[in-house]
């Protein structure tokens, strides 16, 4: 059973940091490709960074880049968001996603995974 489980948010102020963590379970973990979204109410879920299976490369949306840095660590199947120089406009609830092939009822099928959101708020 695949589960994404982040943790790190909170109140920061302008200027200032985070670190988010998404825990993975379930899955050999590094075998795809992890990201991040964003979501404020009342509008779509954004992307906002994405790294691929084994670490090879790495995606940010345009916002981000620059402040944002997405990495894994392979031996505790996490990924994290190192998010510096916050911004007001940052304020959302952050998810984990991965997006896997799975064999359902003999029939190949992609499949998404979402955690449960972590609040970040940046406010002084």
């Known amino acids: 059973q695949v589960q994404l489980v982040e943790s790190g948010g909170g109140l920061v102020q302008p200027g200032g940091s985070l670190r988010l963590s998404c825990a993975a379970s379930g899955f050999t973990f590094n075998s795809d490709a992890m990201s991040w979204y964003r979501q404020v109410p009342g509008r779509e879920r954004e992307f906002v960074a994405i790294i691929t299976s084994g670490g090879r490369s790495t995606n940010y949306a345009n916002s981000v880049k620059g402040r944002f840095t997405i990495s894994g660590d392979n031996a505790k199947n996490t990924i994290y968001l190192q998010m510096n120089s916050l911004k007001p406009e940052d304020t959302a609830v952050y998810y984990c996603?991965?997006?896997?092939?799975?064999?359902?009822?003999?029939?190949?099928?992609?499949?998404?995974?979402w955690g449960q959101g972590t609040q970040v708020t940046v406010s002084s």
């Open positions: 996603y991965v997006r896997r092939r799975e064999l359902r009822g003999g029939i190949w099928r992609s499949i998404d995974y």
